[in-house]
């Protein structure tokens, strides 16, 4: 009786792995995405160009890569554009993308909101009030639902 | 538009026999109820007691007057009319987890149970053993079956699972029938053979509806999408992410207009352009009443400032008809190819019928092709 109560490596097991009706989402490659050009994105905000930053930073989203770096580098930049942009210019912003625009950006700002630092709250929240007349609910719901973000 | 709150328990299936006087409904216990048309009111006939779990799916065969139900104890049962009283036949699915849908086949001489365990039973009536008999279509589903619609064609069968896809499979059985023609969906369509599966889509498919030629296919997804589906050498998928609430069921009421209905507690129009390949909103259908709009004193604005941090008017109260979530929809009359009324059902116990030549009146911009 004492012999099977002193280890309870059992406990650690992962049943999951070991389920044969597991899902297993498909798998798109996505080695090749690079998450969007850091150097185009910071010339373009040096010049003062928001509107083409913001375009710029949207491209090639790292959505299916399982890179964590290449992610995180991402949201990075995509925070700079956003935080360089006037109160003012944001409703224009939102309104200089396309559907598939405003949900990739709404995707990222819930990601900035994971990790919030000192002042990105504040402006992703403007961000998000201007995204949210612009998308509306269902724009937020593709955020939860998405099987694969950034 | 004609609003009739049953009871305060949702709904969580309906059915209406053939000539629309009479409903089943389950009221979210184990029974089915059937109400019958009295005047202007509804009076329940009959109670239908023999599931020992949720009531999941009803279908009520207009031609042979038979209703099959499924519910969460694992089980479908075929009620038939004996004189006055409805008698259960139990049909074995042979399923270990929950029947989540239930349809009736065009000829009525088969019916197709989705379930949790991820699989299709398609069950037909063995007239030598004088019993309902199923086969499965297990290959590719990898998750639970939530929706279910037949082809006018009796052989084709529309599933939508919870695996964020939408297919159309095969249901030829061919004890009971003859081998079909081809459609633009394929000609080789053995049992369980997969036509069309989507892709695109990253929500759970809870609501799926053939055209009433059968050419097209539309579902409602979990992220807020209306997908349509047109047949073909290559199926063209057509989709639509919408601002609103996942909607939960999608019917056609002609073979270009969708109506699709969901958390959001108003039916809505959608337009399909085959030619151009657009799938845009139509519109909002329900009619909220005009209330009067009252000017708000200083100190109410005050209040609403300092409880809501705004000094909308706008109040917290629902102005649709549905005051909670439309789980089901069913076309009256007119079919799915002109459909001139279509009746809805929620989460707040309640039906609406509604009736189309009036929404197109009372919507100026409401344009149903």
Redesign the interface.
Known sequence: MSKNTVSDRFRKVDVDEYDE?K?VDEEDGGENQLGPDEAEVDSLIRQGNLMGALQAVLKNPPINTKNQNVKDRAEGLVLKVLSSFKASDIEKGVQSLD?NGV?LLMKYIYKGFERPSENSSAILLQWHEKALSA?????I??VL???KTV | MAYHSFLLEPISCHAWNKDRTQIALCPNNHDVHIYKKEGNGWTKTQVLKEHNGQVTGIDWAPESNRIVTCGTDRNAYVWTLKGDVWKPTLVILRINRAARCVKWSPKENKFAVGSGS?LISVCYFEQENDWWVCKHIKKPI??TILCLDWHPNNILLAAGSC??KCRIFSAYIKEVEEKPAPTPWGSKMPFGEVMFESTGT??WVHGVCFSESGNRVAWAS????VAVAEGGKTAVITSL??????LLCVTFITENSLVAAGHDCYPALFVYDGEKGTLTFGGKLDVPKQSAQKGLTARERFQNLDKKATSDTKEAVLESLHKNSISQISILQGGKAKCAKFCTTGMDGGMAIWDVKTLESAMKDLKIV
């Open positions: 009706n899902f559907k949900d998308g509306g609910v269902g724009c719901v593709r639902t998405a099987r | 991820r990898r998750s695996d964020f990253a929500g979990h992220d807020s999408t992410s919408s601002e609103t609430l996942p």
